[in-house]
Nanobody
Framework: QVQLVESGGGLVQPGGSLRLSCAASGSIFSISTMAWYRQAPGKQRELVASIGSGGNTNYATSVKGRFTISRDNAENTVYLQMNSLKAEDTAVYYC???????????????WGQGTQVTVSS
């Protein structure tokens, strides 16, 4: 099984910064895409940013220029640096990875437990 442990959420004032981390562990042969999603109260879960195994990135329009996704392949960890935070960024943030548990296995999708980010004065 693959476990994801997230950290770094919390309460921050508008304009502030936070850095989220998500470490994958367990039976992992390889990880392809790593991503962050978020879900605000009463809204659907949405993709915030993703990063491929080669480092190619993709961002939601609402966070472009403010958020940066990165990964450490040696540590199976993905990060989300969030700057210039706004009240509308308030949500539970979830880490997601696409991983193979063995060389010839299928790619599975795994989720973290979520971490709360609250932007408020």
């Amino acid at each position: 099984q693959v476990q994801l442990v997230e950290s770094g959420g919390g309460l921050v004032q508008p304009g502030g910064s936070l850095r989220l981390s998500c470490a994958a562990s367990g039976s992992i042969f390889s990880i392809s895409t790593m991503a962050w999603y978020r879900q605000a109260p009463g809204k659907q879960r949405e993709l915030v940013a993703s990063i491929g195994s080669g480092g190619n990135t993709n961002y939601a329009t609402s966070v472009k220029g403010r958020f940066t996704i990165s990964r450490d392949n040696a540590e199976n960890t993905v990060y989300l640096q969030m700057n210039s935070l706004k009240a509308e960024d308030t949500a539970v943030y979830y880490c997601n990875v696409a991983a193979r548990q063995w060389r010839w296995g299928s790619v599975g999708s795994y989720w973290g437990q979520g971490t709360q980010v609250t932007v408020s004065s």
